[in-house]
């Protein structure tokens, strides 16, 4: 698969930087949406990113040099990608060369952290290139990106004592992981890598309302919701099974769902793949056929159970930001039976498009999940306005001018800060 460049008939050109450059969660999805829809209506669109096998075909690979090895066994490597997850210079030289050729009137980066890393925000400002930032996790006030402490939620870093994150080992139960996550959060602070990003598009209010804790100010806080295209999900209203969607991690609270549903005799579709595959498999042999775990799924497999699907349940147990699996769901015409935590009571009018229950709560969700399945009527309608709520509120076809607006927005107040310092700021924006 590759991306189509548009040549643009609007005088702008817009560089996109992530980690990865395929589909490769969340994130990625919402990059690659944008990167189609600009293209498409006439916006040079440029990515940059690490170089990896995996990622799509694109003029411009011959800028993406390798990120931080954060996969490294061996101990000097590990070193070594400690250091470039903290301020990776080759990847600041390979950007640099980048904007000096591309010459992009704005940087619109998504997760640069760990990998590419913030040090394309330092190239960034000394190339007086205006800057937004998609948060679409917690890095910016979490060392940890999750928000978690020994599996519980936690917000104990948001007045930047990054050292709790050292101390309590957030990163996997790891030391030196937690350390140099540590260390690349107090660099990022003290060398006010954040500083250039003139406006924060938060996915949820919730996580705007946590930028704004940290000591972001309000005018470069926007809330931006993520969006979908209706016209590439066809909408069905019952199905055949209880799905759930997602990485099999402990705070994505599979173990409470499947704790939940065994002995219920209603069946249960899990996809997704991770660290609890294992443990998740065992657990749903002791119900016999009804919890089916189907493993990674992607593209038409991913659809159909989808489009097959009664409804959906996302159980999480940690501060969600805008789950996509909601927006998806949504689209597809499903309820959604959500937990109560992060950004995903702001998507779930409860009784009109799925029910809330409290996280970490089995005997909620097992009452909850029973009685969605017993109600086919409930089923349809809330599915139908669901369906709504994404063309009528979170329809990829309106982020275009919403994007452009903030784009406008920033590169003006950028020309007009250049022009009171008697500084020639570069823009080709007219």
Request: hydrophobic letters at 35%.
């Amino acid at each position: 698969m590759s991306v189509p460049l548009t040549k643009t008939n609007i005088d702008m050109r817009v560089l996109l930087a992530n980690n990865y450059f395929y589909l490769r969660g969340g994130c990625e999805r919402v990059m690659l949406n944008d990167m189609q829809l600009l293209s498409t209506h006439g916006i040079d669109v440029i990515p940059f990113s690490a170089a990896d096998p995996a990622n799509l075909e694109t003029p411009y690979s011959s800028y993406f040099v390798p990120g931080a090895d954060i996969r490294a066994a061996n101990p000097m490597r590990q070193i070594g990608a400690a250091v470039d997850a903290i301020h990776c210079r080759r990847t600041a030289d390979a950007f640099d060369r980048m904007l000096n050729e591309t010459k992009p009137d704005i940087i619109h980066c998504h997760n640069i952290y760990g990998r590419l890393s913030t040090s394309i925000l330092g190239v960034a400002k000394q190339h007086k290139i205006p800057v937004v930032l998609t948060v679409h996790d917690y890095k910016v006030v979490c060392p940890s990106y999750l928000m978690l402490k020994k599996g519980k939620p936690c917000s104990a870093c948001i007045d930047g004592g990054y050292y709790r994150c050292a101390v309590n080992r957030c990163h996997k139960g790891q030391t030196a992981a937690s350390i140099v996550y540590a260390a690349e959060a107090y660099w990022a602070r003290l060398n006010g890598s954040y500083g250039v990003v003139s406006a924060f598009l938060s996915p949820s209010k919730f996580i705007a309302d946590l930028l704004r804790q940290s000591g972001i100010e309000d005018k470069r806080v926007i809330y931006h919701p993520n969006c979908v295209e209706p016209n590439e999900y066809k909408p069905s209203y019952n199905g055949e099974y209880v799905l759930s969607v997602g990485r099999l991690s402990h705070e994505k609270g599979l173990p409470t769902l499947l704790n939940a549903m065994l002995g219920t005799n209603v069946p249960v579709r899990i996809a997704g793949s991770g660290p609890m595959e294992a443990t998740l498999r065992e657990l749903a042999e002791e119900d016999g056929n009804s919890i089916v775990l189907e493993g990674h799924c992607g593209g038409e497999k991913l659809g159909e159970l989808y489009r097959n699907a009664a409804f959906v349940v996302v159980p999480s147990e940690w501060y969600e930001n805008a789950p996509m699996s909601i927006l998806e769901s949504f689209a597809y015409g499903k309820p959604v039976i959500g937990t109560r935590i992060g950004g995903i009571p702001e998507l779930i009018t409860e009784g009109e498009h799925g029910y809330l229950v409290d996280p970490g709560s089995p005997e909620q969700l097992k009452a909850t999940v029973i009685k969605l399945w017993h109600d086919r009527q409930a089923q349809s309608a809330m599915g139908r306005n669901a369906r709504r709520l994404i063309e009528t509120k979170f329809a990829q076809h309106t982020r275009k001018d919403s994007l452009l607006k903030i784009y406008e927005g920033v590169c003006n107040s950028k020309r007009q800060t250049a022009a009171r310092a008697g500084i020639p700021a570069h823009s080709r924006l007219q």
